[in-house]
Every structure is written in C-alpha cells, then in structure tokens.
C-alpha cells in the first residue's frame, strides 16, 4: 500500500477556487489509478474524479467543468483543483490510491460558505 497526505483545504465562498494536494510516500508513476472522493454530513462517500496512470481523467457530473485532476509523478503528487466552488461541495476529500489494494489519505475538509 501507499500512505497519502491531503492539504489545501479551508473555508471559501461561493465562486471561490481551492487547490487540494495529495502527497505519495512512493512513486505514483506506476500507480494504475489515483482519484479522489468526497464525503459530506450524513452522506455516502463519492467518487469525485480519478486519473489513469496514462492521463485518462473521469468526472463525476456535479464537478465536470469546475474541477481538474492533475498528477505531478516527480513530485508523487497528485492535485485537485476546485474552481466555481458551491455550498453543496462542502465535504471532506479523500486521496485514494490503488495499489496492490486500496490506499486512503485521512481526508481534509472543505467548506464553502458565505
């Protein structure tokens, strides 16, 4: 497995933009799929966007156009950045790796609110 450290998340308003970073103890070169998920109060943990290790991104339909998912292998970063930001993405966002078997990040909270 990889351990995984999210930051970069906070408080902003509506409209407001974030950038989240998630950090690899080892090389995210060959890690076939990195993502990150969201969970807000009371609801399911969801799939927010993942990225192949050849570039090929996915995006849940609520975040399409607002947020990108980006990977830095020099780094072992992976980013997240959150654009156009509503009250509804308020959540906390968790790294996720697959290797070997699934790697979770301890997860960092956004707010969006006026």
């Known amino acids: 497995q990889v351990q995984l450290v999210e930051s970069g998340g906070g408080l902003v308003q509506p409209g407001g933009s974030l950038r989240l970073s998630c950090a690899a103890s080892r090389s995210i070169f060959s890690i076939p799929v990195m993502a990150w998920y969201r969970q807000a109060p009371g609801k399911e943990r969801e799939l927010v966007t993942r990225?192949?290790?050849?570039?090929?991104?996915n995006y849940a339909d609520s975040v399409k156009g607002r947020f990108t998912i980006s990977r830095d292998n020099a780094k072992n970063t992976v980013y997240l950045q959150m654009n156009s930001l509503k009250p509804e993405d308020t959540a906390v966002y968790y790294c996720?790796?697959?290797?070997?078997?699934?790697?979770w990040g301890q997860g960092t909270q956004v707010t969006v609110s006026s």
């Open positions: 996720y790796a697959l290797w070997g078997g699934p790697s």
């Open positions: 990225i192949t290790s050849g570039g090929a991104t």
